[in-house]
Nanobody, 121 residues
Framework: QLQASGGGLVQAGGSLRLSCAASGRTFNSYAMGWFRQAPVKEREFVAA????????YYADSVKGRFAISRDNAKNTVYLQMNSLKPEDTAVYYC????????????????WGQGTLVTVSS
C-alpha cells in the first residue's frame, strides 16, 4: 500500500528525491514518516510530517539538508535530500501513522518496502 521509490547511487554532495506513493487506501489523514536503516544498524528516524503538511520534524543528522513534503491530491509523500553524505547510505522506508507524527518506528501502522540510497565518497 506504500511504495517508496527514487533511491539510487549518488556522489557525496549530490541530491536525490524519494517518493512514497500510497495505493489501495488514502493516507491523507495520516501522519507520514521516513526512516532509514544502514547495514548492521538499527532503523532510525529521518523525518515526519503531519497530515496537513505541517509541522515537520527532522533528525538532527539531516536537519537543514533534507526536506519532507506531501501532496495529498496525489497521495504521495516526498523526501528531498540535498548535500548527501556517505553516512546517509541506507535503505529508506516510508511509513504512515494514523495519529500524530512521531519519531518512534513502532508507532507507525503501515510501512513501504524501502528504497536503497548509496552515497559514494
Amino acid at each position: 500500500q506504500l511504495q517508496a521509490s527514487g533511491g539510487g547511487l549518488v556522489q557525496a554532495g549530490g541530491s536525490l528525491r524519494l517518493s512514497c506513493a500510497a495505493s489501495g487506501r488514502t493516507f491523507n489523514s495520516y501522519a507520514m514518516g521516513w526512516f532509514r536503516q544502514a547495514p548492521v544498524k538499527e532503523r532510525e528516524f529521518v523525518a515526519a510530517i503531519s497530515w496537513g503538511g505541517g509541522p515537520t520534524y527532522y533528525a538532527d543528522s539531516v536537519k537543514g539538508r533534507f526536506a519532507i513534503s506531501r501532496d495529498n491530491a496525489k497521495n504521495t509523500v516526498y523526501l528531498q535530500m540535498n548535500s548527501l553524505k556517505p553516512e546517509d547510505t541506507a535503505v529508506y522506508y516510508c511509513a504512515a501513522n494514523r495519529a500524530r507524527p512521531t519519531l518512534i518506528a513502532s508507532h507507525y501502522d503501515y510501512w513501504g518496502q524501502g528504497t536503497l540510497v548509496t552515497v559514494s565518497s
